[in-house]
């Protein structure tokens, strides 16, 4: 991996060499390496075809076994392909049962070592006869990163080329060959992590069955030394290796060096800069155009709304200006996505590539919200805690992440969990991670520099570009700049989402969930965190002040409990007496007629009554977390972070209670399903263009803002007034639209539905709209992707259209409650006939190219609720909101819904509009005209399914 430490790479280096003349005894004579073919993945519905297995003696093949195994069917082509085992190899094999019973004879129940052992192993066991070939299977996969956390790749095939093992060839002796030759190598590594670690980790829960103890248990008795280890230590060594200067603040330079316009069209001139990060590069003069854009924007000191169709390759465009002017003048620029697929994209693919072809490199990371790095603190008490593992799965799997977590820190100077193989099914994040709120910062001893997340910030401050999330990027503007480094240069991309992004991250909310988790976490005499204290003061000299303020807060925890549980139950009665009904929940405008109603004057009441006992609370919290804290400061740590969670939901009730903070809308909510603890009050900021100029502009001196969709009917005027753009003085900002490299009038059809009746007509239009759906699928013959705008109406359509297009072979999937999403993407994605009725995570950021997706249906206009509390207390405040606010964020939902269709320059597709409003209503050419083709067909419903069908022969 980049950064990291030389010291760590030399160790890397040598490993293959020091491996040779290491012996680790029964490790390296008395194990077995095993590797199978298979015919797919799952044991249930495929079958064992090859199994191979080697004894080892003195780090050495010793002994082995090699067979093919008949199958019951014939093996599928592409595993013929890839393995080149035939039909006639596995003809007159054992069968798998004989295979597995030789097998269990020759391992004669010595430790496995398979990679990916699990797959191995669940194959052998799902044979009869097969778990008696071993006890105790070790992962080679998992092993390797606790061995080696700073390899990029932890494939078979890539470590075994890496340190000269034999080849990988998808045949299991040739795997067996190559991972018998890097299990020493392994063991070697295991062996130079930092002192005492080895027995640190064998030493942890012994209560856990963990495959991997007895292999830490022995490399530990080989160490010579028997210090302790120390985190602390081992962090403070890799970060010495990592002491290069930060970069500067743009505030702070005279005059910003920025890359002239010849610059950038040579770099994106064939033979340029770009063609040499992409051979097959072909210039596009909309990219050249953006670039030169982002040029001048920063040359002026100004600002950027870009609308740059799909296939115009935006983030080239923005990446190229900015990073020459952060190597030319030594700052930090930044980039902020929506999806971590773009950032992703970024990360591993556009700058890796970028920094390759530039002169002197090019320093990136990425910085990520405080649950993608794991929390040191609570590692080491994880580590060393005897209460039991939480989780729901098996606790060996939490030993292992621990395990791969200490190993990467020890070598790692930054870094976040996602890359680290953990199964996070089994292992309970936040027991390893901490959020913004929770970190103890002064009180924790790896505060500031050696944690990874406050430490992430500094390192951040010494790249040139730094990649983030809008999330991370709007916290920072509310917590004045203290999250991030100050970068004054941004380019914001997937840009259309801010204002709703930055409006849920600065909202205040009191929900029942949270309180009931933080009372939880407090607990009581015996349980929790006061528990705990109260136990640990007992032996104090000052026990009895101690235990009689723990008593004190304790008593008033319980109250403050029991009298929020009240303000929630009458949460609830505000909401059933408004008769907002919605499928799932209810959102509920806190109007001023609202809280004149009986209903509120009950919640007011028992609000009330809480905001005394949480005033209470809170005093007796601070009072403990002061005298306790000056004693011993690490008890106060987890008391501390509660005490601030309960001051935060204090300040929201009065907040919304007393409703007299007009930058506010109002509002209350309950989960309908739940018959209590889904409820929560809430205070969303109206205005988010008045903060961004008032708060985030002036620390500004150039933003990028880019997406497909920004523009209303070529309008930027929504989008400007949305993020307050229209608040700075003229010339500060410019905006421009780029059309799309591809060819949307020639691949793109539109049709409009133009006889449905009324969607508001609910009982006749789904009548209508199910006879059109069934057209739809069974004229495209699948590849649809129908996206709705509620539960309600998809669920009860899907009871009607899916029996019908079963009985003709089609295959339609449904995103249901409890349907995982990416699993549903990876599905549709895969089979190319398969259809899928969808909700909001489909409308955006789903890309299906080629002939998986040839139609996209949009049954309804994406209208927020006429009852949606910010909608209404728009309505309330301004004449006409309803055009300037709900319409354009329509349209621009639409824009994004038509984007999934066409993602490469060779997709063609059908968007079926079904809703009649397009054409009936006069703000339906809005719609049609912001579409990225002008040309649409009218037609009716009765007619679309033949109309697709002369569409698919014309176009296969």
């Not at 302790?228 to 990592?242: G, K, N, T, Y």
């Not at 030594?330 to 590539?353: I, Y």
């Not at 609720?865 to 354009?888: H, I």
Request: a negative charge; aromatic letters at 6%.
């Amino acid at each position: 991996m980049p950064d990291t430490p030389a010291f760590v790479a030399e160790r890397y280096a040598t490993l293959a060499e020091r491996a040779r003349t290491r012996s680790f005894g029964l490790l390296s004579d008395d194990v077995v390496i095993l590797d199978t073919e298979t015919t797919g993945l799952s044991a249930q519905e495929n079958e064992l075809i090859e199994i191979s297995a080697a004894r080892l003696e003195g780090g050495a093949i010793a002994e082995r076994f090699d067979t093919f195994v008949h199958p019951a069917g014939p093996i599928p082509p592409e595993i013929m392909e890839l393995t080149h085992i035939t039909n006639a190899d596995v003809a007159h094999a054992p069968s798998a049962r004989d295979a597995v019973a030789a097998l269990a004879d020759f391992v004669g129940g010595r430790p496995v070592v398979a990679h990916n052992a699990t797959f191995d192993r669940t194959f052998i066991e799902h044979v009869p006869g097969g778990v008696a070939v071993s006890d105790l299977w070790i992962d080679s996969l998992a092993l390797s990163r606790i061995a080696l956390p700073r390899l990029a790749s932890h494939k078979l095939a890539s470590m075994a080329e890496l340190f000269g093992c034999a080849s990988v060839s998808h045949r299991a002796c040739d795997d067996v060959d190559a991972l018998a030759g890097l299990w020493p190598i392994l063991l070697t590594a295991l062996s130079d992590l930092p002192e005492g670690l080895v027995r640190a980790l064998a030493d942890m829960h012994p209560e856990v069955a963990w495959p991997y103890r007895p292999l830490f248990s022995y490399l530990a008795e080989e160490e010579v030394s028997a210090a302790p280890f120390s985190l602390a230590a081992a962090r403070a060594r890799v970060l010495e290796a990592d002491a290069s200067p930060q970069h500067v603040d743009v505030d702070e330079l005279p005059a910003l060096k920025v890359p002239t316009r010849d610059e950038i069209e040579r770099a994106f001139a064939p033979g340029g800069l770009v063609a040499a990060m992409y051979p097959e590069y072909e210039p596009r003069p909309e990219q050249v155009a953006m670039a030169l854009e982002v040029r001048d924007a920063l040359a002026t000191g100004t600002h950027r709304v870009v609308e740059a169709g799909t296939g115009v390759g935006k983030s080239v465009a923005y990446l190229v200006p900015l990073a020459l002017t952060a190597k030319r003048n030594n700052v930090t620029v930044g980039v902020a996505t929506k999806s971590n697929n773009l950032a992703d994209q970024l990360m591993f693919h556009e700058l890796p590539r970028l920094a390759r072809e530039l002169d002197g490199g090019l320093g990136y990371t990425a910085l990520k919200g405080y649950d993608h790095y794991p929390c040191l603190r609570k590692l080491e008490r994880l580590r060393r805690s005897t209460a039991e593992i939480k989780t729901n799965r098996d606790p060996a799997d939490t030993l292992t992440a621990i395990a791969v977590i200490y190993a990467y820190v020890c070598q790692s100077p930054e870094g976040d969990l996602d890359a680290l193989g953990i199964r996070w099914r089994s292992v309970d994040r936040s027991s390893l991670t901490t959020g913004s709120r929770e970190c103890a910062r002064r009180l924790c001893p790896f505060f500031p520099d050696k944690c990874l997340v406050h430490g992430a910030r500094r390192r951040a401050a010494r790249a040139d570009v730094v990649v983030t999330n809008h999330s991370l990027l709007f916290r920072n503007v509310q917590a004045d700049g203290k999250i991030l480094p100050p970068i004054r240069i941004w380019a914001v991309d997937e840009a259309h989402g801010i204002e709703a992004e930055a409006r849920r991250q600065w909202a205040v909310e009191v929900s029942a969930e949270e309180v009931r988790t933080l009372f939880e976490r407090l607990g009581n005499d015996k349980t929790g965190v006061l528990g705990r204290l109260l136990s640990e003061v007992a032996q104090s000299d000052a026990a009895t002040l101690f235990m009689g303020l723990l008593a004190k807060a304790n008593a008033s925890v319980q109250r403050a409990s029991l009298v929020m549980a009240d303000v929630f139950d009458r949460a609830r009665d505000v909401a059933r007496a408004a008769r907002e009904r919605g499928y799932d929940s209810a959102n509920v405008w806190v109007s001023s007629e609202l809280r004149a109603s009986d209903a509120w004057a009950e919640l007011a009441e028992a609000g009330t009554v809480a905001v005394d006992a949480l005033d209470q609370c809170d005093k007796n919290l601070k009072a403990a977390v002061e005298t306790l804290g000056a004693e011993r400061p690490e008890w106060v740590v987890d008391l501390a972070d509660a005490e601030r969670r309960l001051a935060e939901v204090l300040a929201g009730l009065k907040l919304v209670l007393a409703g007299e903070d007009e930058h506010y809308v109002y509002a209350l909510h309950v989960n309908q399903r739940l018959r209590a603890g889904g409820e929560a009050l809430s205070a969303e900021r109206i205005d988010i263009g008045q903060v961004f100029a008032e708060r985030w502009y002036p620390e500004m001196r150039s933003l990028i803002f880019a997406s497909a969709t920004l523009s209303v009917a070529d309008d930027f005027k929504h989008f400007n007034h949305a993020v307050g753009l229209d608040l700075l003085e003229p010339g500060a900002s410019r905006a421009l639209h780029l059309d799309s490299s591809y060819d949307f009038d020639r691949n793109m059809a539109v049709v409009v539905a133009g006889d449905l009746p009324d969607p508001r007509n609910r009982d006749a239009y789904l009548t209508a709209l199910e006879r059109l759906l069934v057209d739809v699928h069974r004229a495209m013959g699948g590849s649809v992707l129908t996206l709705f705008t509620n539960r309600r109406d998809m669920e009860d359509l899907y009871e009607r259209v899916e029996p019908a297009l079963a009985r003709d072979g089609l295959e339609l999937a449904c995103q249901t409650r409890q349907a995982s999403t990416r699993r549903l993407r990876d599905r549709f994605i895969a089979e190319k006939g398969s259809s899928l009725f969808a909700l909001k995570a489909f409308w955006e950021g789903f890309d299906a190219s080629g002939e998986t997706l040839r139609c996209v249906v949009i049954p309804k206009l994406p209208f927020a609720r006429p009852t949606d509390p910010l909608s209404c207390e728009r309505d309330l405040r301004e004449k006409g909101a309803w055009g300037r606010y709900v319409l354009p964020e329509a349209v621009l939902e639409l824009k994004q819904a038509a984007g999934r269709l066409i993602r490469s320059s060779s997709d063609t597709g059908v968007l079926v509009l079904a809703d009649s409003r397009l054409v009936s209503k006069g703000y339906g050419k809005k719609f049609l005209s912001s579409l990225p083709t002008g040309a649409y067909q009218r037609i009716d419903a009765a007619q679309v399914g033949r109309y697709l069908e002369l569409w698919r022969r014309s176009h296969e």
